[in-house]
Structures are given as C-alpha cells and as structure tokens.
C-alpha cells in the first residue's frame, strides 16, 4: 500500500522490513533516505521527501557513456556529482556518490547503502561516521 513516489510503506516486524519499497518496484532510487525522511508510525515505515529521486534510465552507469564523447561524458559525470553534493546528505552518501573516480554505478544500491547507514545510527543512538560538519 502506500502511493508510488509520494510516501511508500514498510512492515517493521521481528527487527526486519518484510518487502521491497514500492518505489524501487517500478524502477525509481530515493538517493536520500535519512533519519529525517524515514517516519515511523506504530510498525509502519514511510519513506517522504523523494526530492532527490531519479529514475532507472537517468542512473549514472558508466558502461552506458563510454560511447559518448569525452566533453559530453565529463559533462554528465560533473551534472550527477553536483547534484549529490547539493541535493544528498554527506553522512548517508555511499561511496560511489562521493568518489567519482571509483567509477562505481550510482544505482538502487546507493538505497541499500543508506538505508544501511540508517539502522546503523537506530541500532547505536548515533552515527558511525563523521557528522557532516566534521567533512567541511
């Protein structure tokens, strides 16, 4: 239940999400899940602020520009990192969104990364990693 990209439900039972997020079903990565954009109602999860959503065809896959020419690569390359920098949150962003030269693809497992990130800070009453005032 839940809409397509306006807020989408999880069951929370026995310490586990008991299936896949609506949005992700119909090819659709959040890119910013966080503490702020994960309510919490009973034992319902819902997932808000899809403001830095991206389709399926829109990932940064890099196989798919290798037969672009390099100004228009770099171009695209540069479009995407500047987007995460603006429009995701440093503390949750996996690696690939954050090293270009990884040369990793910026896809749904950005979510898993997050989503990782997120119970890590329930699970510990804080975060593992730098805040983000500590990367400036």
């Given at each position: 239940q ?84 603006a ?50």
């Amino acid at each position: 239940q839940g809409s397509t990209l306006g807020t989408c439900n999880f069951k929370y039972n026995e310490g586990r999400l008991r299936r896949r997020p609506i949005y992700a079903s119909i090819g659709v990565s959040h890119r910013d899940l966080k503490v702020e954009n994960i309510l919490l109602k009973n034992t319902k999860f819902k997932i808000a602020d899809f403001g830095s959503a991206e389709t399926s065809e829109n990932f940064l896959i890099w196989e798919n520009m290798k037969h672009l020419p390099q100004i228009e690569r770099n171009k695209q390359i540069n479009n995407n990192f500047d987007f995460f920098e603006a429009n995701t949150t440093l503390m949750y962003r996996p690696p690939e969104m954050i090293d270009r030269y990884l040369k990793y693809n910026v896809e749904f497992s950005a979510d898993i990364w997050m989503m990782a990130v997120y119970c890590s800070r329930f699970a510990m009453q804080g975060s593992r990693f730098r805040t983000q005032a500590c990367w400036r």
